[in-house]
Structures are given as structure tokens and as C-alpha cells.
């Protein structure tokens, strides 16, 4: 996938989170002209199909027909249709993104309690380098990392979610071997009470860069044998995690 496929689909992720809690919502992001192309193009994660399946659910469903605004009898978007609306939206995730989002604070549904950061591992979507080989000649912002004793080669998604809503506020895309931590201060958005994050996250630094925003840190330690605070902080572990654990359900949705 392309940085703005990833980056897209982080927007796409936060814009249905919140039109599956609250469809009335769902003329906020809308206007008439090409209302109906974006509404489409919003439904196409949910599908798992590319956008050359997607235009038979859209004229198949009526649920996805109500979505997008067509009648029973409307003629809806073909493939080549909704291909051309998705390739004029490259390069313009960013602004999509912070459009929606602001939005979504000037409606006051961004509740800033606190943010949860995390990291994804997104496989790309070509073929994998052959072994020793380093870049794919197809995908070279790929990058190889590892997790769990698996080597994935694709990209790493770095997301700030509002504690409350689920929503994302930021969003940025990377190499795969890149570390989670060196995306931290690109997924804090700043007016947020709080910030959780795992191990991975662990830094005397960010705590104190967090501490002079008037913003609480609440980054799990790393446990070290020989750390006389371990217990203390392997408690302190457990009450973060309950809270940064709502983050993993965005990857999952």
C-alpha cells in the first residue's frame, strides 16, 4: 500500500467509528455535490473488496444505497467510476484527515481525556524481497521489521486515539523498520489531558517533554531485574494497560 492508502485508511477508520455509534452524524461530513462518492468510498474497509466489487454491494444493498444517498431505482457509480473518485483523493489524506477531524472537535465529540498511541504493523501489498535483498524494487518505502519471532516486510501505522471516543487524531505512516517510539510526538496532538502508551513508549524524556505541556504521562515501564522500583512499577503497568488496551480494537476493526 501507498503512504496515502495507509494514511486514508486511518481517517476512514476514525470517520466510520463514529458514523456506527451515531448515523445522524453522517450529514456532517457530507455536502451534496460528490456526497455520494465519498459516502461510498468511506464503505469500502468494511467490504474488504476493492473498489471493483464495491460498486455491486452499492448496487446490490439496500443499506449501502441509503448510505450513499441513492434511491431504489437511482443508477448507481461503476467501478471505473468510484477507481477514478479513489485516485483523485492521492495526496489529499492529510487534508481529508485534518478536515474531519476538525470537524469532529468543533461538534465536541473529540473528548481530549487523554490519548492512547500505538502502532500497527501493515504488510505491503507487493511480494516480499527475496532472501538478502533488503528493498523492493516495487515497494522500496517498505521496510522489514520484526514481532514475535515474525519478519513482516511492509510499513508501520502510528496512530493518536481520544480516550472516550475511539476516534483518531493523528495518524502517521512509516517504514516497517522504523521504531515505534521515533512517531511518538507526531501521535500527541497537544490539548489532550493525558497520554498512554506500552513499553515501547518507555522515556524519561517523553515524560518530561509531556510534563511541561501540562499533560500526564502514563507510559509503561520496561521491567529490569535489577530495578529496586520493579514491583512499583510492574503495578503501575497493569493500571496503565487497562486503559491503553482500548486502542488495540481500532487495528482490529
Not at 448510505?67 to 492529510?94: E, M
Amino acid at each position: 500500500k501507498s503512504s496515502c492508502d495507509i494514511l486514508g485508511s486511518a481517517w476512514k477508520t476514525s470517520l466510520l467509528g463514529l458514523l456506527s455509534k451515531s448515523p445522524s452524524y453522517w450529514c456532517l461530513f457530507f455536502d451534496e455535490q460528490g456526497g455520494s462518492l465519498q459516502r461510498a468510498h468511506t464503505l469500502q474497509p468494511s467490504t474488504s473488496e476493492s473498489h471493483f466489487y464495491l460498486n455491486l454491494f452499492i448496487a446490490d444493498r439496500l443499506s449501502f444505497r441509503s448510505f450513499c444517498g441513492f434511491g431504489i431505482h437511482d443508477k448507481t457509480p461503476d467501478a471505473i467510476t468510484i477507481g477514478r473518485f479513489r485516485n483523485s483523493l492521492r495526496g489529499k489524506s492529510d487534508k481529508i484527515f485534518d478536515s474531519v477531524t476538525k470537524q469532529l472537535d468543533q461538534k465536541g465529540l473529540i473528548v481530549k481525556r487523554g490519548t492512547l498511541v500505538d502502532a500497527s504493523i501493515i504488510q505491503s501489498a507487493v511480494k516480499p524481497p527475496s532472501s538478502g535483498e533488503q528493498v523492493s524494487e516495487t515497494d522500496p518505502d517498505a521496510g522489514w521489521t520484526k514481532k514475535n519471532n515474525t519478519y513482516t516486510h511492509g510499513y508501520k501505522a502510528h496512530v493518536g486515539s481520544d480516550e472516550g471516543s475511539d476516534l483518531i487524531r493523528k495518524a502517521t505512516m512509516t517504514p516497517g523498520n522504523m521504531h515505534d517510539s521515533l512517531a511518538f510526538y507526531e501521535s500527541v496532538s497537544g490539548d489532550e489531558a493525558s497520554v498512554y502508551a506500552d513499553k515501547a513508549y518507555d522515556s524519561d524524556a517523553f515524560r518530561e517533554e509531556l510534563k511541561k505541556h501540562n499533560i500526564t504521562p502514563h507510559l509503561m515501564h520496561r521491567l529490569r531485574e535489577s530495578d529496586p522500583l520493579k514491583e512499583i512499577k510492574k503495578d503501575m503497568n497493569k493500571a496503565i494497560s487497562k486503559t491503553r488496551s482500548q486502542v488495540e480494537k481500532i487495528f482490529g476493526t
